[in-house]
């Protein structure tokens, strides 16, 4: 994949700023709760134009799994409600992790949206002027047309790491890996290895594509490379990076281990990656 397909630099951003079609994003989720909230920073500080999405706003209700995807007409209906159509330009970013972004990035993508981007080094990296006052954009529509193979269920994770012909990946820090971080997922899929989501980054930015293509030339990867993480986000940069290294068969476990946990499915801890059989 063209890095100019998935990353926009501030600078390019800065000139089109103002386009009648472009949607600009702040896909920020904070969950410290004694810190501030991303709506918050949102509205004391944001990209001129830029409207907050909720990650909510694109997921299931009907699930206490987090932030899942709902079906196709209904995927299409929530794009459409946050002011998306198939013809406008998308540009997400966050104040945070580049994860928030990319997990809207993989979304839309998913959903067939042809036209969105994520702004590498996110606010950090914009040098122009912010604005407080909230934004919003009048409601589109948008027809979807689905890449079913960008994600993965828990099906397809037990059966791939059964036969070995793919590689599952978790994306999150060695030491929740190794379940020694108490978070509520902590450990690893048996069978999963760890390639932790900050090997992807430099910085808040997605390290140079050469970078990228030289760490996965390292990995075994097989013919399908899968990612998971704690609920589906995370994962979604390495996914990204994937992309960007040039492997094309990548999807994401929507489930992650929230769901890996719930339905009390082998989980390992400690460094190694154990097995399902």
């Not at 919003?136 to 070995?164: N, Q, R, W």
Request: negative net charge; aromatic residues 8%.
């Amino acid at each position: 994949m063209n890095r100019s397909d998935l990353l926009i630099e501030a600078d390019e951003l800065a000139t089109i700023i103002g386009d009648e079609k472009l949607r600009i994003f702040d896909a920020t989720v904070v969950f410290d709760p004694n810190a501030e909230s991303a709506k918050a920073r949102y509205l004391k500080a944001h990209i001129p134009g830029a409207v907050f999405l909720d990650h909510n706003s694109l997921s299931r209700s009907d699930t206490d799994l987090m932030y899942m995807l709902p079906a196709e007409a209904e995927l299409a209906d929530k794009i459409g409600a946050i002011g998306v159509s198939n013809d406008t330009s998308v540009v997400v970013y966050s104040t945070d992790m580049i994860g928030w972004a990319t997990r809207i990035w993989w979304v839309l993508k998913y959903a067939g949206h042809s036209n969105i981007r994520v702004l590498n080094g996110g606010i950090q990296a914009w040098q122009g002027e912010l604005q407080s006052e909230e934004n919003s954009y009048e409601p589109g529509v948008f027809t979807a047309s689905l890449s079913p193979d960008m994600f993965a269920s828990k099906e397809e994770v037990l059966e791939i790491i059964k036969s070995g012909s793919s590689c599952v990946v978790n994306t999150l820090p060695q030491e929740i890996y190794q379940g020694e971080a108490g978070t509520p997922y902590d450990g690893h899929i048996s069978g999963s290895v760890n390639h932790s989501m900050m090997d992807m980054m430099d910085g808040f930015s997605m390290k140079s594509d050469e970078a990228l293509k030289a760490y996965f030339a390292e990995k075994n990867i097989n013919k399908r490379l899968i990612t998971y993480c704690g609920g589906g986000i995370a994962a979604t940069v390495n996914a990204c990076a994937a992309k960007l290294a040039g492997i094309e068969d990548v999807a994401v476990y929507d489930g992650s281990m929230t769901e890996w946990l719930t339905e009390g499915l082998p989980v390992t801890t400690g460094a190694e990656t154990g097995s399902i059989t």
